[in-house]
């Protein structure tokens, strides 16, 4: 089990355990557990294996956690779970994935006005019988049809693109031992860098397509083989992921690539546009529409390589990530595509945590692993005291790190030249009734401050878009993490008017965070791109709470690539001297 879903299991636990009015701390324990392991990089699996090292190091993990997790890993199962599941109606859980939706909610409905299904509830809050419950009202009962929609909606049970990488990287590497296998290439949602992936597609350039069909079947990763034909093999893989192999000639391995990478959108534009030129796309190329005959796969005109098949329609090769059926056409048409920020361009990263707060790993062990990735500076940002969850700093401990780091920048400039700069940043909280966890003098000190909003998520539209209007525009701030807060899979955006935001961070030279942890990826594509357009600098930061966490920069590359930023519009692709010049123009 991965540990995505060992910590849905324990959220699940917790959910049923709340339901049935159990205790609060063992209630909590289980919320708290899922949330380690959720926010963990490495696999459970690595870390029990690992004789230096045992589950209960993890934060709030204790012996019987340790215990449960370990049957899971083995198992897959939890006999306290499926315990739970008898004594709690069906629908309970189905109303749980409501976003919004407590257990304690769930069961004043259940209770109440005996609400049975996801239908029953819609059907209620339709007639409006849900406000009249007691604590519930008519805006929640609104957000109640809002988020039942997100519920419903198929992409939210998708995995992360992260998950799916590690995936597609084991199948792809496995399938380049394959002797009769030339060329080997992922394509889909994946190769596009979404933030979910449904399946995975996988296209091999071979003549021999029922020995590259055998190898598929032998890899280490196959869970069962779901359907065989001469050209395409369907299996399934690792937590139910389903991954389809086509096997096609030489001459028809970029069209086919072409073809599986998508999107749909992009891919039927691309088709009128061909069909306007007299041609027809499918994916063993590009064909004249002229010819009597249909088209016989010898006579493409194009489909070896992917911009052989733009060229043919009278484009440049257009990036995977931009391929979403937006104006990507269009602008390649007028030689407008953007040049995209790449991963090697990222020179410092600008939010990560310590054991000071919630992170796993030390200052020293943080920095010296940023220095291993080749980054030439890092901020500091563990939490304010807001977040007493994670031991958030005061006054006095944050000035004690900050001379820590001072120590430590000496002594990593003793020989002359120092391979990096760390920078004394904090996480500061945006405070519910406003204002931030920390006074101004404090972050007077500091060299970079992130401002985020983790409480008080549920405030009104108003609310929350005040709160961080307020924020950016406190003169010390440098920088908004994470802006709309959501969590892929498990938690929608909070109610924030992003283009308020983005207007305030414009005017007064704040700049916005794509955060690049896979659960977040937050601003996403479409509002980093707005971002852009207005003028804000966008900052593109791991958020890591362990050096591991570090390795997660690539995630929110992808996602700045996906909103078409170039190298220049991101902030931490510049030196040290020229991010500060940056910042200066603030305040
Ligand atoms: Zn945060
Ligand atoms: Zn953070």
């Not at 802006?483 to 892929?488: A, F, I, N, S, V």
Request: glycine residues 8%; proline residues 4%.
């Amino acid at each position: 089990m991965t540990n995505s879903e060992i910590a849905a299991v324990f959220d699940r636990v917790a959910d049923l355990l709340e339901y049935q009015g159990g205790n609060v701390f063992r209630v909590r324990a289980y919320r708290n557990a899922a949330h380690t392991i959720g926010g963990l990089v490495e696999p459970l699996a690595t870390v029990r294996s690992d004789e230096d090292r045992a589950l209960t190091d993890l934060e709030g993990i204790g012996d019987d956690l340790a215990d449960k997790i370990e049957v899971l890993l083995d198992t897959g199962r939890l006999p306290l779970l499926e315990e739970l599941k008898t004594q709690v109606p069906a629908a309970a859980f189905e109303l749980m994935r409501v976003p919004g939706l407590g257990p304690k909610k769930v069961k004043q409905l259940v209770d109440t006005l005996g609400i049975d299904s996801l239908e029953a509830l819609e059907q209620a809050c339709r007639e409006k019988r849900v406000e009249g419950v007691k604590g519930f009202g008519a805006k929640t009962q609104a957000a109640i049809l809002d988020n039942i929609a997100f519920a419903k909606d198929p992409a939210h049970a998708r995995m992360l693109w992260n998950d799916a990488d590690a995936i597609i990287q084991d199948i792809l590497g496995w399938m380049r031992t394959c002797p009769q296998a030339r060329q080997v290439e992922g394509a889909g949602s994946w190769r596009r860098g979404r933030e979910t992936v449904g399946d995975l597609d996988v296209v091999v350039d071979s003549h021999a397509a029922a020995a590259v069909m055998d190898h598929l079947e032998r890899w280490p990763g196959l869970a069962a083989v779901l359907q065989r034909g001469d050209t395409k093999t369907s299996i399934r893989g690792p937590q139910d992921m389903q991954i389809d192999l086509r096997v096609v000639a030489e001459e028809s391995f970029g069209a086919a690539l072409q073809y599986f990478t998508g999107s749909k959108e992009h891919n039927v534009k691309l088709r009128s546009r061909a069909r306007d030129r007299g041609l027809t796309i499918n994916e063993y190329g590009v064909h004249r529409l002229s010819t009597a005959a249909p088209p016989a796969r010898g006579d493409a005109i194009a489909g070896r390589s992917e911009a052989d098949i733009y060229e043919a329609v009278g484009l440049p090769w257009i990036p995977p990530e931009l391929r979403e059926g937006g104006d990507e056409i269009e602008r390649a048409e007028l030689g407008r595509l953007p040049t995209l920020v790449e991963l090697a361009d990222i020179r410092g990263d600008l939010h990560m945590h310590t054991t000071a707060t919630d992170g796993e790993d030390t200052l020293a062990d943080m920095v010296r692993a940023a220095i291993d990735r080749g980054l030439e500076y890092v901020a500091i940002t563990d939490h304010g005291q807001r977040v007493t969850m994670a031991r958030g700093l005061d006054r006095t401990r944050l000035l004690k790190q900050w001379d820590e780091i001072d120590r430590l920048n000496e002594s990593l400039a003793s020989d002359g030249h120092s391979p990096i700069t760390v920078l004394k940043g904090i996480e500061v909280d945006m405070l519910e009734k406003g204002g931030l966890d920390l006074p101004d003098d404090v972050l007077a000190l500091a060299d970079w401050v992130v401002a985020s909003l983790h409480y008080g998520q549920q405030q009104p539209r108003d609310r929350i878009t005040a709160r961080i209007v307020e924020a950016i525009e406190n003169p010390f701030v440098r920088v908004i993490g994470h802006p709309t807060g959501r969590l892929l899979n498990r938690r929608p955006a909070y109610d924030v008017d992003m283009a308020a935001v983005i207007d305030a961070a414009a005017r007064t030279g704040t700049f916005l965070e794509i955060n690049a942890n896979p659960w977040r990826l937050d601003l996403d594509d479409r509002h980093a791109a707005a971002a852009r357009t207005a003028g804000v600098p966008l900052v593109i930061s791991t958020d890591a709470h362990s050096t591991r966490g570090l390795d997660m920069m690539r995630c929110g590359v992808l996602q700045a690539r996906r909103g078409g930023l170039e190298k220049g519009d991101v902030a931490n692709t510049r030196s040290l001297a020229d991010l500060r010049r940056l910042m200066a123009k603030k305040g």
